[in-house]
């Protein structure tokens, strides 16, 4: 401790108003399951898994296991012109969950490297078809990428762009997030497939010979939980089709489980070129991402440079030991308790306890897929986004743990969670929103 006596100076917290915060903190030591325990000795029920990442609850002894063994046996080995089993092993694994065709697998260390990684992968197919031309990186308003420049700058959250958006050539089809048409719809909401049409207005306008890739996550988590309208998806995967786009999915978010299904993609049938992992893949217990590439694009650039390194792409710790040994003690377990399916059983169930809420104080729509729930609050006038923050900062003090985002309440548990205990996150919210400004 130098300087400032709290102790917490030091740390510069990200994505954090670090002035705010250490004024009040809140810390977490421990976690176990569904549980997180706070610096000052209350158990606090995780209705986010953590950062939508801990899928199967906390502190999972067989992941905690295979990391030690894997930490006591090969703690590191270089994965550049070397490799080990585990890496190679897991991406055998992950290539047999996802989409058909989609079984090459690219190792990262976050959401932010896979999506910069995919977006590389992405301009490095069309160099290698030919279509060098293809250099154009399309996004979405409202879509959250992580915090890579590329991602920054196919992202669609203002303020980060505002900063940091420096790639050239990025364009963005508008969000659907409609609330005037299709508030507390259920499941998908019916109105702005058309919106996918977007895509062919940036098309017309720049020419298909410009654009590489488009990206979208399938449900938008981060911006508050935005679900793909009826055939939207579809509608974009055809548009991709007719001009020679790769189109990406970034299932950051709705991989491993959390919309009732190994990815979104395969929950809702439509099935991207690429694929971008990370947080469940090693249900948190330690960073890493990937991205999952069909076969025939991965083939087309190793065709492309015989003999030499096909990508020029890469990172020290692409498949680092401790990561594979989490990555697949973690399917093991996804796998052993039917946790995909389970979220997939369990979501009528939540869809009508969230909807529940409906007609309380301040609640304007409620969105729900799989385990994940939406509750838009209505914007205070004098302060957009604090009621929100109030409701996080409430909920934290009564013992659960939700997410705000702008005025958005976000719920992801994991995936183990049950009936009572989403009983209990829904009725502690109802409770607390008769007590918020
Ligand atoms: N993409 C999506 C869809 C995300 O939700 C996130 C993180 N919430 C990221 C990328 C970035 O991941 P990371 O924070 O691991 O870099």
Not at 25 to 38: D, E, F, K, L
Not at 142 to 166: D, K, M, P, T, W
Not at 222 to 234: F, H, W
Not at 312 to 323: R, V
Request: aromatic content about 6%; charged content about 20%; glycine content about 12%.
């Amino acid at each position: 401790m130098q300087g400032d006596n709290d102790g917490l100076a030091s740390f510069w917290m990200p994505f954090t108003a670090n002035r705010a915060y250490k004024a009040h903190p809140r810390q977490i030591v421990s976690a176990s399951g569904m549980h997180y325990q706070s610096g000052d000795g209350r158990t606090i029920l995780d209705g986010t898994a953590g950062l939508w990442c801990s899928n199967a609850g906390h502190c999972r002894t067989e992941i905690a296991a295979a990391m030690a063994r894997a930490a006591a046996t090969l703690d590191f080995a270089p994965t550049f012109q070397l490799g080990h089993p585990a890496a190679f092993e897991l991406a055998q694994r992950l290539a047999a969950l996802m989409p058909p065709g989609l079984d090459r697998i690219f190792f990262t260390n976050s959401g932010s490297e896979s999506v910069d990684t995919a977006l590389k992968i992405a301009l490095a197919v069309q160099r290698a078809r030919g279509q060098g031309t293809r250099t154009r990186l399309i996004g979405r308003e409202r879509g959250y990428h992580g915090v890579g420049f590329g991602g920054i700058s196919v992202g669609g959250i203002v303020g980060n762009r505002r900063a940091f958006a420096l790639l050239p050539g990025a364009d963005h089809l508008r969000h659907t997030h409609d609330p005037a048409r299709n508030a507390f719809s259920r499941g998908f909401p019916p109105h702005g497939a058309e919106l996918a049409d977007d895509l062919q207005r940036l098309v017309d306008l720049h020419g298909a010979e410009t654009i590489a890739a488009v990206i979208v996550e399938p449900m938008a988590g981060s911006t508050g939980v935005l679900l793909p309208p009826v055939g939207y998806l579809e509608r974009l995967r055809a548009i991709c089709d007719r001009n020679g786009i790769l189109l990406i999915f970034d299932e950051v978010i709705t991989a491993f489980g959390r919309v009732g299904a190994a990815t979104a993609a395969q929950a809702w049938g439509v099935t991207p070129d690429i694929l971008t992992m990370a947080k469940g893949l090693t249900n948190a217990a330690v960073p890493m991402g990937a991205v999952a590439v069909k076969r025939e694009l991965h083939d087309a650039v190793i065709e492309s440079a015989p003999g030499g390194i096909e990508l020029a792409h890469g990172y020290t710790y692409s498949g680092h030991p401790l990561a594979c040994a989490a990555g697949l003690a973690a399917l093991d377990l996804y796998a052993r308790e039917g946790l995909f399916e389970r979220a997939a059983e369990l979501a009528p169930y939540w869809e009508a306890a969230a909807h529940g809420l409906r007609g309380r104080r301040h609640i304007v729509d409620i969105r729900t897929i799989g385990l994940v729930a939406g509750m838009e609050l209505e914007p205070r006038p004098d302060a957009p986004t604090a009621r929100a923050m109030e409701l996080f900062h409430r909920a934290f003090d009564a013992g659960l743990l939700v997410r705000a985002t702008g005025d958005i309440i976000a719920l992801s548990p994991p995936l183990i969670v049950e009936k009572a205990q989403i009983d209990q996150m829904f009725g502690m919210l109802g409770e607390l929103l008769d007590t918020i400004a």
